[in-house]
């Protein structure tokens, strides 16, 4: 097991981004819980030490990352601007795509009542939602979804840990959207720091 971490650790820094636990199987030549098993221990382990590193697990990938209490000293030293906090709209059609995926621009101007495309545009240059397809309907138009760069923001590792959104149909649906709102802008205020984003995004009318 020691050396099934240390190569964990090892093939997780060298990638710098999210690998997918069945690759790391596949490479490894071990099940996939052994995988799982050492990725929780290597959690821990960092935890236990408060190291400057965290291991984080999104559904099925796992990837390390700074420790979010070390992200100032990062930002100063790398000369990195903090990301802009997300506005009410894009937090709204966000909230959206979250709920409804995989879900397409006119769905979602629908359901806000406004143009919607610069706030999709702005939510890509994020990488908080991509394009994963087309509708098979007249002019296929694109479908929508979170990214996992969503789930490390949130601080989620899969999309049931979001809070619950009851099962309402028109307005009713919206309002609950809306009110849902508050809650992930509570998580994106927490967990924004896990998110590397050197650009910036201007705010949706």
Do not use: H, W
Request: aromatic share 4%.
């Amino acid at each position: 097991m020691k050396d099934l971490k240390n190569a964990l650790e090892a093939v997780l820094f060298a990638a710098g981004e999210s690998v997918p636990v069945g690759r790391l199987t596949l490479v490894f030549a071990v099940e996939q819980d052994e995988i799982l098993e050492a990725a929780r221990e290597l959690a821990e382990e960092y935890d236990r030490g408060e190291r400057g590193i965290r291991l984080l697990r999104m559904d099925n990938k796992l990837q390390l990352c700074s420790s979010p209490e070390y992200a100032q000293l990062i930002i100063r030293t790398l000369e990195q601007r903090k990301p802009p906090m997300l506005s009410p709209a894009a937090l709204e059609t966000l909230s959206i795509v979250a709920y409804y995926q995989p879900v397409t621009r006119a769905v979602i101007e629908k359901m806000r009542g406004v143009d919607s495309s610069y706030t999709v545009s702005a939510l890509q240059e994020r990488g908080l939602i991509e394009a994963c397809g087309k509708l098979e309907a007249p002019g296929r138009p694109t479908l929508y979804a979170t990214t996992d760069a969503f789930l490390r923001v949130m601080g989620i590792q899969t999309l049931q840990q979001l809070p619950p959104l009851p099962e309402v149909q028109g307005s009713e649906g919206t309002e609950q959207l809306r009110k849902s709102i508050a809650k992930l802008q509570e998580q994106e205020e927490t967990q924004q720091t896990l998110f590397a984003d050197s650009g910036s995004a201007q705010t949706e009318e």
